[in-house]
């Protein structure tokens, strides 16, 4: 037995006049052509079957006893619930400023008694639609939102792969160094105990040659540890900066010198090589863990684009002060350049050259937002083809409150 697919809701439209007339004639007119029709004989009757019918559109009266339709309509836009519901008013008035009060009470338009029913269909049908259309390009834009909130939290989940990558990698060194000086030393450590344990004689020159080693052990024990000691001191931070958009007071060099070295295992995967060249003292009250974002990225960036067919390449940070309480922040490349037609559409969401190799093209895009909406400065990029490419950000040393 087959199954009958549900109908879509007829639109409803909700008529407010004080013309019994009127009511029934529309009521007439608009059911014959598919509408669902809601009446109210003044505004009061109308607003509180606005508010339980949830119409699609409201036809309103201007001259009605009682609450007029100016009034009636300003109250119903200041309620969340009907404040999206566009309303045609009725008059039997032509007068130009009766016209331009509805409009600036909230109407979107107006019909003129005696009507012609053809007229009044048009109006509906154009405005239902308007406001259909409206509907869907807010679901699609909040569906945009959310991929790109999506999108972010899959850089942010990215950024500590890299994190933890970095930090295997960079702790292998100290970590490294100190297990072979341990080792060697608990060997020369046996030696000197085996000694004592037969009774046997140990010159004193043996024994001075065994404490020297001991405090060199030590100083190099201390100076490996130490520097794990601080990278994990510097991850821990990056990492906290990473997944949230808390605000604090910083050094430049440190945040940059620390989301390089999240990048450095990828990096060096490639034959090409990141400077940095940031004033040591330069201080900045921002969001760290956005701008490390940034910097990824445009790192990132430079990269995956700018170095096609090369061998060789260097990527460059530098950072200086721009006008009093501004920093720029320049990344830029000795790359292959971007052309003039890329470079104006270079921010626009879902660009990308790389479309199908895992460039989504909301990379720059998301650059662009967190740039001027969280960290309250702009970005600028310079390129010439052949001659590389400089992404400048001109930073506020301390950024709005959010």
């Known amino acids: 037995m087959q199954t009958e697919q549900a109908r879509p809701r007829p639109p409803t439209v909700l008529v407010v006049d004080d013309s ?34 949830e119409p699609d559109l409201i036809l309103l009266d201007i001259v009605m006893p009682g609450l007029d339709g100016f009034e009636a309509c300003r109250r119903l836009k200041a309620d969340a619930q009907t404040r999206d519901v566009p309303v045609i008013f009725m008059t039997g008035l032509s007068d130009a400023k009766q016209i331009v009060s509805g409009f600036a009470v909230g109407g979107v338009d107006y019909i003129t008694k005696p009507f012609q029913v053809e007229e009044v269909l048009a109006r509906i049908n154009t405005h239902i639609a308007l406001r259909r259309a409206n509907s869907e390009l807010k679901q699609a834009y909040q569906s945009l939102a959310r991929a790109q909130e999506d999108l972010v939290h899959q850089e942010k989940l990215a950024a500590l792969g890299s994190l933890v990558a970095g930090i295997a ?69 990056v990492a906290v900066d990473q997944t949230s958009t808390q605000r604090r007071t910083f050094l430049l060099a440190e945040v940059v010198a620390g989301n390089v070295l999240t990048l450095l295992p990828s990096i060096r995967r490639t034959p090409f090589e990141v400077v940095q060249k940031v004033p040591d003292e330069l201080m900045m009250d921002s969001y760290p863990g956005p701008l490390g974002q940034v910097i990824a990225n445009l790192v990132n960036n430079a990269i995956m684009h700018a170095f096609d067919g090369r061998s060789e390449g260097e990527v460059e940070l530098v950072a200086e002060y721009e006008k009093p309480d501004w920093v720029a922040l320049h990344v830029r490349d000795n790359g292959n350049g971007i052309s003039h037609a890329n470079q104006e559409r270079i921010f626009d969401p879902f660009f990308t050259t790389k479309m199908g190799v895992g460039g989504s093209g909301l990379g720059l895009h998301i650059v662009h937002s967190i740039v001027s909406e969280i960290l309250g400065g702009r970005i600028t990029v310079r390129s010439e083809e052949g001659h590389g490419t400089c992404f400048t950000l001109s930073l506020p040393l301390e950024a709005p409150r959010r």
């Open 169 to 237: 990698h960079e702790l292998n060194t100290p970590i490294g160094n100190s297990l072979m000086v341990a080792s060697t030393f608990e060997a020369q450590t046996g030696d000197i105990r085996e000694h004592f344990s037969k009774g046997e004689n140990m010159r004193r020159s043996e024994l001075v040659g065994y404490l020297d080693n001991a405090c060199t052990t030590t100083e190099i024990l201390m100076r490996n540890l130490q520097r794990a000691a601080d990278l994990v001191t510097n991850f821990k931070q």
């Open 20 to 53: 019994p007339t009127l009511l029934l004639a529309l009521l007439d007119h608009l059911s014959h052509h598919g509408f669902l029709v809601v009446l109210a004989h003044d505004a009061r009757e109308g607003m509180m079957r606005a508010a339980l019918a």
